[in-house]
C-alpha cells in the first residue's frame, strides 16, 4: 500500500535515540533543551516548549490565554477534532468560522462578518484557534488585523505546518499570534512519535506554558507566594498536566529538524508534480497565496462534480490498487458529539461542500516519482 503520509527515519535519528537511552537522562534532560533551542531558532520565535503531544499543546496554550468555563472560542470545522476539543478541555464554549473554499482556510470574510455580529450580541471569543490546512499558512496579517480590534487572543494550530512560511517569516514565529502550536505525529512534517511543541514572544506565556506542562509546579521565587523554605523547595500555584516530552522523543526531533528543508522541497516537487498532472483535469488542488510557502502536510485536490455515491466507490477503488487515499477532514461540528452539543448540518456550508469534494492523495518524502505517477495515472484512468 502507498500510504497517504509516513515517516522518514534516518541512520542518524536512530543513533540520536539510541544514544539518549545510554545517558542519564530519559526524560528532563539536556536533549529537550537543545531540541526546543534548535525549534526556537529555525521559527524565529524566542521560545520554544515541547510538549508530549499537540493536543496537549492546544490545552495547555487555551489555559495559558486564561480560557475558562465563561469563555468563547472559535475555530476552523476543517480540521482534526483535537483544534475544537482543546477548548472543551477548559470548559469553554466552542463555535466555528466557516472556510475559504479555495484554500479550506479559515475565511476571513466570514471571521470579519462573525465578529461583528458577535461584537453586537456580546459573545466575542477570547481566542481564536486558526489552523493552517495542508500545510498552507491562513491569511494570518487580515486576520491579525481583525482579532487585534476586537481585543482576541490568538494560537495557530500549525500541526501540518511546521517548514512552511508567511510573508517571508517562518510559520511559528508568532508575527501574527500568540501562540503556535507544532505536531510531530509520525503523518506530519518531523515526527518524535508522538509529540508537539508551542511557540511564542511572550515571556509571560511561556512561563505559563510550563507551568500547565508540568502540574503548575514552579521553582522560580518570583512566581512562589511565599519564601524559598530551602533548595529542595517547590510550589504548585496552579492545576497543571504532565504533558512533557521525553528526551527520547527530542532526541529524534532534533535530528529531524536537520532535514526539515530537505522534506519541505521534496514535498513542493512533489506537490508541483501533481498540480502539473491535474491542471486542465476536472480536479482542482487547493490554491495558494501569494508570499506563502506550504509545507504539503496533505496534498488535497477536489472535484466539484462528485456525489456521495461516486467518491465512495473511487475512494475503495483507489485503496484496491493499493494507493491508501483519504478525507481531511470530516467536518467537526457534524461530529456525533458536537451535534449534541448543539451543531448541525448546514451550519458552516463552505466546510460541508468542501468535505463532500475533497479527497486526499498520497504526500510525504519517502513516496518516489514512479508511485506518484502510478497514483496520477490510476486516478485520471478511474477518475
Ligand atoms: C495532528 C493534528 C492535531 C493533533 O496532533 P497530536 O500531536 O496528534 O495531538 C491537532 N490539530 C491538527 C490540525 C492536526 O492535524
Redesign the pocket.
Known amino acids: 500500500m502507498i500510504l497517504y503520509g509516513q515517516q522518514n527515519i534516518s541512520e542518524q535519528d536512530i543513533e540520536a535515540v539510541s544514544k539518549v537511552l545510554t545517558s542519564s537522562h530519559l526524560t528532563q534532560g539536556n536533549v529537550g533543551i537543545a531540541f526546543e533551542k534548535k525549534l526556537s531558532q529555525i521559527c524565529h520565535a524566542p521560545y520554544a516548549l515541547a510538549y508530549c503531544?499537540?493536543?496537549?499543546a492546544?490545552h495547555a496554550s487555551c489555559l495559558a490565554l486564561g480560557v475558562n468555563n465563561q469563555d468563547i472560542v472559535w475555530t476552523s470545522p476543517i480540521?482534526?477534532v483535537?483544534?475544537a476539543n482543546c477548548a472543551l478541555y477548559c470548559g469553554a464554549t466552542i463555535d466555528f468560522v466557516d472556510i475559504d473554499s479555495q484554500s479550506a482556510n479559515m475565511s476571513v470574510h466570514a471571521l470579519k462578518n462573525k465578529l461583528a455580529i458577535a461584537d453586537r450580541e456580546n459573545k466575542l471569543p477570547k481566542v481564536l484557534i486558526v489552523?493552517h490546512m495542508a500545510g498552507q499558512s491562513c491569511d494570518m496579517a487580515a486576520i491579525y488585523q481583525l482579532t487585534q480590534q476586537y481585543d482576541i487572543k490568538v494560537i495557530e494550530?500549525a500541526?501540518?505546518a511546521i517548514g512552511g512560511s508567511y510573508h517571508n517569516h517562518p510559520i511559528g514565529s508568532c508575527n501574527y499570534s500568540d501562540i503556535t502550536i507544532f505536531?510531530?505525529?509520525p503523518v506530519?512534517i518531523i515526527t518524535t512519535g508522538?509529540?508537539?511543541a508551542a511557540l511564542t514572544q511572550s515571556g509571560d506565556l511561556a512561563k505559563k506554558l510550563a507551568l500547565y506542562r508540568s502540574h503548575g509546579i514552579t521553582r522560580e521565587p518570583e512566581l512562589m507566594t511565599n519564601k524559598d523554605e530551602g533548595p529542595w523547595y517547590y510550589q504548585q500555584i496552579a492545576l497543571g498536566y504532565n504533558y512533557r516530552m521525553t528526551d527520547i522523543q527530542a532526541a529524534l526531533g532534533l535530528s529531524q529538524l536537520e532535514r526539515l528543508s530537505y522534506f519541505i522541497q521534496r514535498r513542493n516537487v512533489l506537490a508541483k508534480q501533481y498540480d502539473k498532472a491535474f491542471s486542465n483535469t476536472q480536479f482542482q488542488a487547493l490554491t495558494q497565496m501569494n508570499g506563502s510557502t506550504s509545507s504539503y502536510h496533505l496534498y488535497v485536490i477536489k472535484n466539484a462534480n462528485w456525489s456521495q455515491d461516486q467518491k465512495v466507490s473511487l475512494f475503495n477503488k483507489m485503496r484496491e490498487k493499493g494507493i491508501q487515499v483519504h478525507v481531511h477532514y470530516i467536518p467537526i461540528h457534524l461530529q456525533p458529539y458536537y451535534q449534541e452539543l448543539g451543531f448541525a448540518l448546514g451550519d458552516f456550508p463552505k466546510a460541508e461542500l468542501y468535505y463532500q469534494q475533497a479527497l486526499t492523495l498520497p504526500m510525504h518524502t519517502k513516496l518516489t516519482n514512479e508511485q506518484q505517477q502510478y497514483i496520477i495515472r490510476t486516478l485520471l484512468d478511474l477518475g
Open positions: 503531544n499537540a493536543t496537549a492546544l480540521s482534526f483535537a483544534s489552523v494550530d500541526s501540518h505536531s510531530f505525529h506530519k508522538e509529540g508537539g
